[in-house]
């Protein structure tokens, strides 16, 4: 398919060149760069709705501000697709996503034009306003603009930041990308004369003389002054919840009409305003490509396409995702206790909870970008008897730690916590996988950890969940097609702290926890043609952990190795500190724990990156016979 016909756009090597356009060029850039994006997105697959819906935008805020200078933060990351593009990256803007490609978010190691990574969502805010400050106190001069859409203004990060910018007085430029019609009302030409007469200066500067005026007043004269000036204005342009938390704000606007944008960056620009601004912009998603603007969230995220029907190229039928696995799951418990519901965090498809919603719509709770509150929300439901599953990526419940640490666990709470893209997550990148969790919830108490090895015992964890009412628990499970197995309609509840013997052999015992053991198994079969008998298990839970079954391993072979998709810290370190308590790590017993390495690694396949950590079988081998040569080396074992 040939690429779309971009005479002016091939002429933008920086963004500098787009400042010496005329207005109705920049309308052809804009053109011409949404098609770019289309095709490029057609090719490598990504965030394309959300991207479509900035095109505008990102051509006129990189025309009126001297970027990179001018710091300008995108919020969510995945907005920046045609950033990229007008950023020199163009030429490689087809790899994105792919090993050795593009990020399909913002980082700062990738060009001087993106100034803070961006693949969690909500950050923009904060980090806007450590950069002006630095600049004051620096001395320099610089703007710094936020851009903050596609439902990152639902967390409450951004409300604290808000709340600080409000109270520091900074100079910073908020621009509200309002992607989905939910604050504002459809917006007009009225609306766009009123944004660009109270961003203009001579307004301002009247403003602010009224100001000083009211200040001579006696104080009750100059809050009722300050107060009339707002009400007027949010009278105007609904922006009072801005303005209460300190910001001075401008909108609505539409974000696709360049003669509404451009007059009032223009007038942001230049202003003598005192303190933050907050420019609301009312935007659509997928805009300009017919299939993304009738299927906002089909084309949120989209595999590879063909432009000209819409039609996403579909991977041969193959078996269900753990993800789909898990909402069946779950929905079959569901059934069998009115008690259970389910919590997610602005991810209900991501998590499958789109599916338990459609089964039981007012046992589902989807509440927003806000992890920390969801985790809190299920802990309060937790207190009245609800069974809440809490299902949230690893990466993202991150956020929550100080949540799940001293709202569930330490009041013991049964909340019961669903990871999602636990380990590698391919194209999405380090910032997306989820290589921490086993490390940062194997250290609190009175929390239960398990990991699916397949889809069959993902369903049976489910269960083992629904009836653990002891206490927190969690269940990691990957991303991804499971392995085919035949699936019960409902799973059997598993005991708690029992682990499996998959295979029995005598000289090396190789322990999995979570979905490697698929590649644990090729790797016996490997070391088995080279005349080492091995045993395969999985652990199936670290917390508890069965130490039974772990010491067993470790008194009866040469080398016990233990494999995770996780950071160091995890299941192999509370191994390992069991079996140094037990005095059997004294024995000439090799111990190896195979974890991720102490590295980020990038987005690229998913078989590549386990290649690239060490994970997949040949290096399970490879490290069997390491240390099976350092034990045959070592006197015999007593």
């Not at 916590?417 to 636990?422: I, K, N, S, V």
């Amino acid at each position: 398919m040939t690429r779309p016909v971009t005479p002016l756009l091939d002429r933008i090597r920086e963004p500098a060149d787009l400042r010496n356009l005329s207005a109705e060029q920049l309308k052809q850039v804009a053109g011409e760069l949404r098609a770019e994006t289309i095709d490029a997105v057609s090719v490598t697959g990504g965030h394309l709705g959300a991207s479509l819906g900035v095109v505008e935008l990102t051509v006129a805020v990189h025309a009126v501000f001297e970027t990179p200078h001018d710091r300008l933060i995108w919020d969510v990351g995945h907005q920046a697709y045609p950033h990229k593009i007008l950023t020199g990256r163009r030429e490689r803007i087809r790899t994105l996503r792919q090993g050795g490609g593009l990020s399909g978010f913002t980082r700062r190691s990738e060009s001087e034009y993106d100034p803070f990574g961006a693949a969690h969502s909500s950050t923009s805010i904060s980090a806007g306003l450590g950069m002006a400050v630095a600049r004051e106190l620096k001395g320099e001069e610089r703007h710094v603009i936020a851009v903050i859409g596609d439902g990152a203004m639902s967390a409450g990060m951004a409300y604290e930041a808000m709340n600080n910018a409000g109270a520091s007085r900074a100079n910073l430029i908020v621009v509200l990308n309002d992607n989905d019609m939910s604050i504002a009302p459809p917006v007009g030409a009225m609306s766009a004369y009123l944004s660009r007469l109270i961003s203009s200066r001579p307004f301002l500067s009247i403003r602010e003389l009224m100001a000083k005026m009211a200040r001579r007043f006696p104080r009750p004269l100059e809050r009722a002054a300050r107060r009339a000036d707002e009400f007027a204005r949010g009278l105007l342009t609904g922006g009072t919840l801005f303005e209460e938390l300190g910001f001075y704000y401008v909108g609505p606007i539409d974000g696709h009409d360049m003669d509404h944008l451009m007059p009032v960056l223009r007038n942001l620009r230049d202003t003598d305003h005192q303190g933050p601004i907050l420019l609301h912009v009312v935007t659509q998603k997928g805009k300009g490509y017919a299939p993304a603007e009738q299927s906002a969230d089909k084309y949120h995220g989209v595999a590879k396409f063909n432009v000209v029907t819409g039609e996403q190229v579909k991977a041969p039928p193959g078996p269900p995702s753990y993800t789909k696995v898990f909402a069946k799951a779950l929905i079959a418990e569901a059934a069998a206790d009115d008690r259970i519901v389910a919590v997610t965090a602005a991810m209900p498809s991501g998590t499958g909870l789109d599916a338990f919603g459609k089964a039981y719509p007012k046992r589902s709770f989807d509440v927003g970008i806000a992890e920390q509150h969801a985790v809190t929300f299920a802990a309060g439901m937790a207190t009245e008897g609800m069974k809440p599953f809490c299902a949230i990526y690893s990466t993202f419940l991150q956020r929550a730690y100080d949540q799940v640490v001293h709202d569930v666990a330490l009041q013991n709470l049964p909340v019961r916590f669903a990871l999602d893209r636990a380990g590698l997550v391919g194209a999405d990148g380090a910032t997306h996988a989820g290589s921490f969790d086993i490390a940062y919830l194997g250290c609190l108490p009175n929390m239960v950890l398990m990991a699916a090895a397949d889809e069959l015992e993902l369903m049976h964890m489910v269960a083992t969940q629904a009836v653990l009412d002891s206490g927190p628990s969690a269940l990691r499970y990957p991303r991804g097609e499971g392995l085919g197995l035949a699936l019960p309609e409902r799973g059997t509840p598993l005991a708690i702290g029992r682990g499996r013997v998959l295979r029995e052999g005598t000289s090396v015992a190789i322990l999995s926890y979570g979905a490697r053991l698929g590649e644990c198994l090729t790797a016996a079969e490997d070391l088995g043609t080279r005349g080492l008998s091995c045993t395969v298990a999985d652990a199936r839970f670290a917390k508890p952990l069965d130490v039974e079954l772990v010491e067993r391993l470790a008194r009866e072979h040469a080398v016990l190795i233990t494999v995770e998709e996780g950071s160091v810290g995890g299941f192999g370190s509370l191994v390992m500190q069991h079996l140094a308590w037990t005095g059997l790590l004294e024995t000439g017993l090799k111990l190896r724990p195979m974890v991720l390495p102490d590295r980020y690694i990038d987005h690229n396949s998913p078989v590549k990156q386990y290649d690239e950590a060490g994970l997949n079988a040949p290096q399970i081998v490879a490290a069997a016979l390491a240390a099976m040569g350092e034990a045959n080396a070592q006197p015999a074992r007593a």
